[in-house]
């Protein structure tokens, strides 16, 4: 399992060719709650040269196993979005859509 650092942009997702998961990240402890994202809030950012849509969750989990969409987006060209309020201990970006080309990155910052 690789962890993520707080204070940085973490690439959890590269040169995305093919729908599916991506790999699984452990997430920094916040300090109060124990938990990734109790009362905080941090973005992703979707990198693509994709000249159609495409769709990117990015998703967590409390145990790897059961997953959940914390946030989703579905557009042309490049985003940067933000989620609050929602701990997790494990996340990945899941590519549900990808016409053509590819998803260069996803990025996650703490």
């Known amino acids: 399992m690789i962890a993520l650092e707080a204070g940085q942009s973490n690439t959890i997702l590269s040169a995305a ?30 990198n693509t040269n994709a000249v159609g849509a495409i769709q990117v969750d990015l998703e967590g989990s409390l145990d790897n196993s059961n997953w959940f969409v914390l946030d989703s987006y579905a557009g042309v060209g490049d985003t940067l ?30």
């Open 17 to 46: 060719a093919a729908v599916g998961t991506g790999t699984v990240y452990a997430v920094p402890q916040c300090p109060v709650g124990g938990l990734f994202g109790s009362g905080k809030e941090f973005t992703w950012q979707v």
């Open 81 to 110: 979005r933000s989620v609050a309020s929602k701990p997790v201990k494990f996340i990945r970006a899941n590519v549900i859509t990808l016409p053509d080309l590819t998803i260069q990155s996803v990025i996650v910052s703490f």
